[in-house]
């Protein structure tokens, strides 16, 4: 290639890198902006700012409560069951719903084995009785025999007391075969007597077990297998011993008023302790259809209360170690501890004692 081609060459190349150049130096001034103060960084402040469940000091009422439940059943009633086990059920005589008088047989296990013994007994005791009888009436009979003797008054004296030791011997043998048979007959009328259930009230059979009309006699002796109440006359009954803390309420004659999660409430006096110690019963002022047996309603009774008080919510007070404290917000909003007494801790409200005043504002949990 000539010199003078060579030239032409790099003019080619010169002038192509200038246009290049240029087009890249518009492209890089198109995408810069116009104004100076286009180049500037504008920083947008952060929202810091926190918000807070607030509760306000106030004056009024803490109350601490407690509930106690009651079950709305009969008054009276009774359990029933066998004092004998191991024995297959011969018959029962009722079922649930049914109405029965006192004194009804209900249910009997088998026992004709007892039934024979006792009529053994009986037969040897009645025996015995005779034996001893004839024995004493043949003893009178021998002694005036011997008046008819020609005996002087020492040997008649001497066959007297011969006849009466004899006779008495006999007599002893027959009082221990008495006795003896009298005491078997005992256990064994015990063993009958747990072998019947009987009614020993007025009332209506509220329960059957199914150990008696299964077949199996899976019963255990001395468990409820008959239970019969009277239900034309129901009372509430409390259903722990809690009661028992709170003596001055449940005084009898004391009105109790009882409620239900729907807010109904019912009036009710406090009638008796109940057959067993320290039962409690609650009886109804106006009978009320809407109640059925089983209806389970509670008492509200105040523990302890203290009247117009500091108070806080529970939620705005907090505890550690025994320490109380609360939280309060400064102008900054932040949050500063301050420590408080405490009194009362109630339902719905902490007693303040110390450390704040009415209208001090807290920060809830």
């Known amino acids: 290639m000539n010199r003078h081609n060579i030239g032409r060459l790099n003019t080619i190349i010169l002038t192509s890198l200038i246009s290049i150049g240029c087009a890249v130096s518009c492209v890089a001034c198109s995408l810069l902006p116009e104004e100076e103060d286009k180049y500037k960084i504008v920083l947008e402040p952060a929202e810091t700012e926190v918000s807070y469940e607030l509760a306000k000091v106030t004056k009024g009422d803490v109350r601490l409560s407690r509930k106690l439940y009651a079950l709305y059943q009969e008054e009276n009633g009774e359990e029933l069951s066998f004092g004998s086990d191991g024995r297959e059920v011969e018959a029962v005589f009722v079922v649930k719903g049914e109405e029965v008088k006192k004194g009804t047989l209900l249910a009997k296990l088998k026992s004709d084995d007892l039934e024979e013994e006792k009529s053994s007994l009986k037969y040897t005791i009645e025996r015995n009785e005779l034996l001893k009888k004839q024995a004493r009436e043949l003893t009178d009979y021998d002694i005036e025999k011997l008046w008819d003797r020609n005996l002087s008054t020492i040997d008649r004296e001497n066959a007297v007391k011969d006849l009466e030791k004899r006779y008495e011997t006999e007599i002893e043998s027959y009082d221990d075969a008495v006795a003896v ?3 078997r007959l005992k256990e064994v009328e015990e063993k009958l007597s747990g072998c019947k259930i009987i009614a020993g009230m007025d009332g209506t059979v509220s329960y059957v077990s199914a150990a008696l009309t299964s077949g199996n006699n899976n019963y255990a002796k001395d ?16 259903e722990n011993e809690e009661y028992k803390e709170y003596t001055d309420f449940f005084k009898e004659g004391n009105t109790v008023i009882l409620s239900n999660n729907q807010g109904d409430e019912y009036r009710t006096t406090v009638v008796s302790a109940g057959p067993e110690e320290g039962d409690i019963y ?5 009978l009320d259809e809407r109640l059925t047996i089983g209806t389970r309603l509670f008492c509200d009774i105040t523990v302890d209360e203290r009247k117009n008080v500091l108070r806080l919510p529970p939620e705005a007070v907090h505890n550690a170690l025994d320490t109380y404290y609360v939280y309060k917000t400064d102008e900054s909003g932040l949050k500063n501890i301050q420590y408080i007494s405490v009194g009362l801790i109630g339902d719905e409200f902490i007693e303040i004692t110390d450390g704040l005043k009415e209208g001090d504002v807290v920060v809830k949990k």
């Open 223 to 238: 468990s409820t297998v008959i239970r019969i109440v009277d239900a034309s006359h129901c009372v509430f009954v409390l």
């Open 181 to 183: 048979a009298r005491v």
């Open 282 to 286: 609650l009886e109804l002022e106006e």
